[in-house]
């Protein structure tokens, strides 16, 4: 079941380092790519921060938007994410081409990502200067949700193998979220 | 052995998301800290950001100095990462006090913390502004190295167990990176 997330534990989604995939929209135009860097920026209003080439079609959807969804995928995505990190929008759907369905989300009118671990609806704070010289977004979440398979009460539950999430290495090679450890200072 | 990493691909020590430890140095000062938050922010050359708390004696120490180093522990230096995270270096020198070791690094004058997968050797990127705002760091990867039992020709390897990084959740939990998922587009 798909739950909502509150806001001041979004960051729980995103805190162990996993690639995501970032959606969006405008107008009717939508696209998806994968991104390995990204990472929480803030607790409370939640932020996030993510690198978005400039020369993604990606790019010009949020750039015309201000808004966009980190959705966080689990192992049985991990084929589409690399595969809508090799192609571009421009010149394909890639949603009809991967087979990835587009739910409604909440609040932002990106997509979320079907079949996803969890979602962050994120809108951009303007800061003009680094996305010219680095790529670098920073958003505000505005909402989150998450499979309760995966995510629940603010936490991560990894019994299921198949809801693990992917941390991207390079070149078609994931590392899946392993164990977990305890420990107490 | 511990080897330099070339720089174009020092990028893969922190592509999949591990906490990292961050080691600072000012004058006869020095300190270390926990930071489940940074990535890469670009290849060649590379660079990195990371967000250090502006309350944090770390945070003194870089704006002084200007460099850190990002140090990646695995699985048995978890309960020393949670330890840097929970104490402050104005009171305590956790090198001695958390029986960390400090080497020398090779172009910063932060050391590299022994028992480390990898090293990261960062010089800062001024950016005030978000320093300021947002408490982000944008900084220049000058040196990287690693344990080649953990990393080797650019590649992790983690037939080890205990050399396995670790992704942080909260209070005290942590994901160890798990298997490899290799896929093709």
């Known amino acids: 079941m798909i739950l909502p997330v509150e806001l001041k534990k979004a960051y729980r989604l995103l805190n162990h380092g996993p690639v995501v995939l970032v959606s969006s929209a405008h107008g009717p135009a939508r696209n998806v790519m994968a991104a390995a860097w990204s990472m929480p920026l803030d607790f409370d209003p ?7 080439d400039k020369n993604t079609y990606t790019r010009e959807l949020i750039d015309a938007s201000g808004e966009f969804v980190l959705n966080i ?3 049985r995505l991990a084929q589409a994410t690399l595969q809508v990190g090799s192609s571009s929008g ?13 739910l ?7 997509p979320r990502i079907g079949g996803c ?12 200067d680094i996305a010219a010289q680095h790529d670098l977004f920073l958003a505000e979440v505005v909402a989150a949700a998450a499979d309760s398979r995966a995510f629940a009460d603010g936490h991560w539950n990894f019994s299921s193998e198949e809801w693990h999430t992917l941390h991207y290495v390079a070149g078609g090679n ?12």
């Not at 671990?117 to 003009?128: D, F, K, M, Y």
């Not at 994931?174 to 200072?185: H, P, R, Y």
Request: aromatic residues 10%; proline residues 9%.
């Open 46 to 52: 939640p932020k996030i921060s993510v690198v978005i």
């Open 73 to 75: 995928p689990c192992r």
């Open 174 to 185: 994931f590392f899946v979220t392993g164990e977990t450890l305890e420990v107490s200072a």
């Open 104 to 110: 409604p989300a909440e609040i932002v009118k990106a």
């Open 117 to 128: 671990a969890g979602w962050l609806e994120c809108r951009v704070i303007p800061n003009p």
């Open 90 to 102: 421009r010149d394909t759907d890639k949603f009809a081409h991967y087979g990835l369905e587009a």
